[in-house]
């Protein structure tokens, strides 16, 4: 009875972890693994780690919030609200997941705007663009005049 615990003990022996690839998908990349980025001594204390978790979201709350106010108003809203993204991706694995999905399709779209045919069909439209507000510009001008503020009449 002995001999056949011992054998089970020794057969048993735990797999050494994987390392973190900071991917969902198993795939090796040079992003950072996923998880709380919070201190070591916060991380040991369940209580004061969850404190710290509702600070970090607070936080990156009320960043978000400022960035969607910013939005319609004047001020650098999507930046703002990124910034908050950012914000949560140091405590939460879904903001990290976002904002890493949010890079990937930046790059790719910067990617795309370099290449000649892209470019050269934006600058062709952009053109025409161009060229039908200022022939607008102009038919009004042309019907109406040009009025300075300070010569309206009363």
């Given at each position: 009875?002995?001999?056949?615990?011992?054998?089970?003990?020794?057969?048993a022996e735990p797999a050494a972890p994987e390392p973190a690839t900071g991917?969902?998908?198993?795939?090796?990349?040079?992003?950072?693994?996923?998880?709380?980025r919070a201190p070591g001594f916060i991380k040991a204390r369940r209580t004061l780690?969850?404190?710290?978790?509702?600070?970090v979201f607070v936080v990156g709350l009320a960043v978000?919030?400022?960035?969607?106010v910013m939005l319609p108003l004047p001020g650098p809203g999507w930046v703002v609200i990124f910034g908050g993204m950012a914000i949560w991706a140091t405590e939460f694995v879904w903001a990290q997941l976002v904002l890493r999905w949010t890079k990937r399709k930046v790059t790719e779209a910067a990617q795309r705007a370099l290449d000649p045919r892209v470019?050269?069909?934006?600058?062709?439209?952009?053109?025409?663009?161009?060229v039908i507000i200022a022939a607008?510009?102009?038919v009004y001008v042309w019907k109406y005049g040009i009025v300075m503020p300070w010569k309206i009449p009363r």
């Open positions: 009875m002995k001999a056949e615990s011992d054998e089970r003990g020794r057969g991917d969902v998908t198993g795939r090796e990349t040079d992003e950072p693994a996923l998880g709380s780690h969850l404190s710290w978790q509702v600070g978000v919030g400022a960035g969607i470019r050269r069909r934006n600058i062709i439209l952009t053109t025409i663009g161009l607008l510009v102009g």
